[in-house]
């Protein structure tokens, strides 16, 4: 089941930074981008959505309930991190069936899930490696097995395809609309890619200088009226 996602006066203060987001939501099986420059705050906003940090004010909900009010292990979230944050001492498959673990599924189960996940993406034959001694587009089918073998209703994506060439980029963009059918959950994805948006999103909102400025369907992002501070991030 997708899940939903609804931000209501938001503000994060993270060290010199501040984030606001005065009002978003993102509908159950939409692929939502976030999109802006480096250091604009688009990460912050997707930690933000994950309950990461407390907030200086406003609401985060998910599937109608505050996420600060949602234990960790219980809001259906999967994140994957633009580093993918693998752990290194695990091997594929132990990272992938790490969060099977910690919530307590049986032995039968996690090879099981896991299994399926190594056939999904392809890595069955990398099983057994560390992360050390893979490549760039196995470590991130890694990261995307390890979220999603727990299911979630929406999937947190950080700037995923920025490390790959453009090959295996154009080749994952295919991956992720497959996953997006196969679990029918939400996606929200980081990207600082304006193509990439447009490519992959239903929506996309442009985040600024800590701001969520503005909000469009993804095949129009380019046509619509925006202010000054929009049209240049867009080159227009």
């Known amino acids: 089941m997708a899940g939903s996602v609804r931000i209501e006066n938001l503000r994060v203060t993270r060290g010199d930074f501040t984030l606001t987001v005065g009002g978003l939501s993102i509908n159950p099986r939409e692929i939502f981008a976030i999109l802006g420059e480096t250091g604009s705050g688009k990460t912050v906003l997707m930690e933000a959505i994950a309950g990461a940090f407390p ?19 219980h809001r259906s979230l999967g994140v994957v991190y633009q580093d993918y944050a693998l752990f290194p001492h695990m091997t594929v498959r132990e990272n992938i069936s790490y969060g ?7 032995s039968d189960e996690i090879k099981h899930r896991v299994d399926c996940q190594l ?3 392809s890595i069955a034959h990398i099983a057994d490696r560390y992360p050390g ?24 994506l950080d700037e995923p395809f920025s490390a790959l060439d453009p090959t295996t980029k154009q080749r994952m963009y295919a991956v992720l609309r497959d996953i997006h059918q196969r679990f029918d959950c939400t996606i929200v994805l980081v990207t600082h890619d304006f193509n990439e948006a447009v490519q992959l999103a239903d929506r996309v909102g442009v985040v600024l ?17 925006h202010d000054e501070d929009v049209r240049r991030f867009l080159g227009r």
């Open 55 to 73: 907030f200086d004010e406003g609401h985060i909900v998910l599937n109608g309930m505050d996420v600060d009010e949602v234990a960790v292990q």
């Open 100 to 106: 099977l673990r910690m919530h307590g599924v049986s």
């Open 119 to 121: 056939e999904l993406f």
């Open 133 to 156: 001694i893979i490549s760039g587009g196995e470590s991130q089918r890694t990261a995307l097995a390890r979220a999603l073998v727990l299911e979630p209703e929406i999937l947190l």
């Open 209 to 225: 200088n800590g701001r969520l400025r503005m909000v469009a369907e993804a095949n129009r992002l380019f046509d619509m009226g």
